[in-house]
Nanobody
Framework: QVQLVESGGGLVQPGGSLRLSCAAS????????IGWFRQAPGKEREALLC????????YYIDSVKGRFTISKDNAKKTVYLQMSSMKPEDTGTYYCTADPASALRGGTCATPFSPGRWGQGAQVTVSS
């Protein structure tokens, strides 16, 4: 399975922006659907959005539409989560993961997203 490492977390003020990175180790991203998840304190991990092998985006929750975007650089084997107009409720640990079965269906994003391995995550705190 694809192993991914998140980075870029930190403290951001409400209304601010932050970009998270998700780097693949030893694997190309050309064939996989990659998803970003978030786990808020005391809540279950939830899928936010996914990027397909052909750079098509799928959103899984409405609260991040218009504020979060996903992109990737295949040459750098990195997926990005650009977050803007951030709110305190965006606080949590952010994870990226590859859908293990996506390579068998052309790297498309499924609903629901089936996560593979989890990394350590990136902590994001939105607070003034």
């Amino acid at each position: 399975q694809v192993q991914l490492v998140e980075s870029g977390g930190g403290l951001v003020q409400p209304g601010g922006s932050l970009r998270l990175s998700c780097a693949a180790s030893g694997w190309t991203l050309d064939y996989w659907a990659i998803g970003w998840f978030r786990q808020a304190p005391g809540k279950e991990r939830e899928a936010l959005l996914c990027i397909s092998s052909t750079d098509s985006s799928t959103y899984y929750i409405d609260s991040v539409k218009g504020r979060f975007t996903i992109s990737k650089d295949n040459a750098k084997k990195t997926v990005y989560l650009q977050m803007s107009s951030m709110k305190p409720e965006d606080t949590g640990t952010y994870y990226c993961t590859a859908d293990p079965a996506s390579a068998l269906r052309g790297g498309t994003c499924a609903t629901p997203f089936s996560p593979g391995r989890w990394g350590q995550g990136a902590q994001v705190t939105v607070s003034s």
